[in-house]
């Protein structure tokens, strides 16, 4: 294939001067009307269907199996991590005993340390905004399992948006920002326990955005390597007053919530399940930020899929007797893909309905499909009405794992795990587990009358949340 042909990334690849496709100053390839590979410049490639199959294949080969060459891996980051601490340069957050940390296993058969207790929730924007039952399903099973707020975890408002939409969204965002937000949340969530009468490092951050936690991984990395990076960004740390000892702190492991789903995932089934979900066919959907970035860090599991996948979300199905269905496109992207939303939004909602949706319903016949990320979750759930539109009125159910674990452990449909704010059929599947949808309807209406008498029940001290 000659540059001047079509290429499978949609567009005439022609050189800077060579015509009216050529690239314009400030434009990446476009007409001027596009923004960073978007625009009315971008043409259909007029591939057959057998053309298009041949020329995504090596997807399908490559990323089906485990193949990366194990012998040509990169180092470990943390090796490099201890070396800074050792010469006094920085200071490690570590997952101590007290943490009660449960060991996994990474793509490359690393050990990963994943702490089970002495959390610190590190909240995500779209989920807290789009998705409440997201992070209250989470913290009402933490709950459940007789979890202690203010001891065994921490919800509390004093941290920020880790401002990686920024970053991936428009390209607006630097090195800089991005690393010093990431070490002034990590600070916060280091220092946090002194004002509940614990010690420095008490709670460990849990990080419940997939973009948030692959943006950390990556940003932790250019600190370690960066000499230049961390002098610049501990200037930026000083003035906040957000150094320990005059020393950045960067944590041991970044720990994505559905990590701790998968680690806990056993003792979810067995110590809080309540309904049978047998009968029930779920599919998977990773975030691409989750094992795609930083790759090595993802957690693998022999026993799950073989560990030829990473067995986040699959596990924790598995564990509650779902039944897990397969299908060809689990790869790839949700459609979300940040820029896509922002500057080419039917591109978005055409990738997630053909891609992700009408396949899982005409090979996988799926009952639900579990997500673990905001971003995944928002677009696959928000954007199933466009099949109408085309007369493609496929429709799934959508929602994180741990949503669907709540629900299978009695959590209340509406007021723990918010599906009212799903735009996805998710009724059907509440009916399917045999929670009568109509019942919970009547009992939410009922609810909202008590907190507008003012007869609130919350989920978690509000006083904790303020530093109280």
Known sequence: MSSNEHTPGGHNATAEGAGPGAMKPGFHNTDGQGIAGHGSFFQSTDLSREEAVQATDWVRKHVDRRTIDLGDRMDDVREHMYELEKEGEIIIHRVGDQHEPIGVKT??????????????????????????????SLLWVMNELGFVPGKDYLDETDQTSCTAWNYHGSGIGNVESLAAVFLRNFHQAYVSGKQHGHELGHFYPLVHCGTSFGNYKEIRKYLIESAELREKVTKILGKLGRLVDGKLVIPEEVIHYSEWVHVMRNRIASDLQKIDVSHIRATAHVACHYYKMIHEDAVYDPEVLGGNRTAIITSMAQALGAQVIDYSTWYDCCGFGFRHIISEREFTRSFTMNRKIRVVREEANADVMLANDTGCVTTMDKNQWIGKAHEQNYQVPIMAEIQFAALACGADPLKIVQLQWHASPCEDLVEKMGISWDQAKKNFQAYLKEVEAGNIEYLYKPELAYGG
């Not at 995500?124 to 992070?135: E, L």
């Open 107 to 136: 793509l490359f058969g690393w050990d990963k340390k994943i702490p089970t207790k002495q959390l610190w929730h590190h909240k995500s924007c779209g989920q807290c905004g789009n998705i409440p039952g997201y992070p209250t």
